[in-house]
């Protein structure tokens, strides 16, 4: 059975920074096709980060420059380092690999 599961999420202020984790289980996965999604209280789910073929990575246009989205392939884990967090980061972060989803982890950036 594969699994997804996300850590690192919590509270933190603006300006502040957190480490998504996303850690695999029941397969191995490659480091294209996996990503991160997020989804804030009353909007649609967005896409934030996407680790592509080669290591090409591309990022929604708003967290160009302060999230950096990467892979172990040796843990089978995909992060997402969060830098410079704004009050619009606040959301619920999903990881997707593949057809595959996690549960998610609250991120909630305070003024």
């Known amino acids: 059975q594969v699994q997804l599961v996300e850590s690192g999420g919590g509270l933190v202020q603006a300006g502040g920074s957190l480490r998504l984790s996303c850690a695999a289980s029941?397969?191995?996965?490659?480091?294209?096709?996996m990503g991160w999604y997020r989804q804030a209280p009353g909007k649609e789910r967005e896409f934030v980060a996407i680790?592509?073929?080669?290591?090409?990575?591309y990022y929604l246009e708003s967290v160009k420059g302060r999230f950096t989205i990467s892979t172990d392939n040796a843990k089978n884990t995909l992060y997402l380092q969060m830098n410079s967090l704004k009050n619009e980061d606040t959301a619920h972060y999903y990881c997707?690999?593949?057809?595959?989803w996690g549960q998610g982890t609250q991120v909630t950036v305070s003024s």
């Open positions: 997707y690999a593949l057809q595959y």
């Open positions: 029941g397969r191995t996965f490659s480091s294209a096709n």
């Open positions: 680790s592509g073929y080669l290591g090409s990575t």
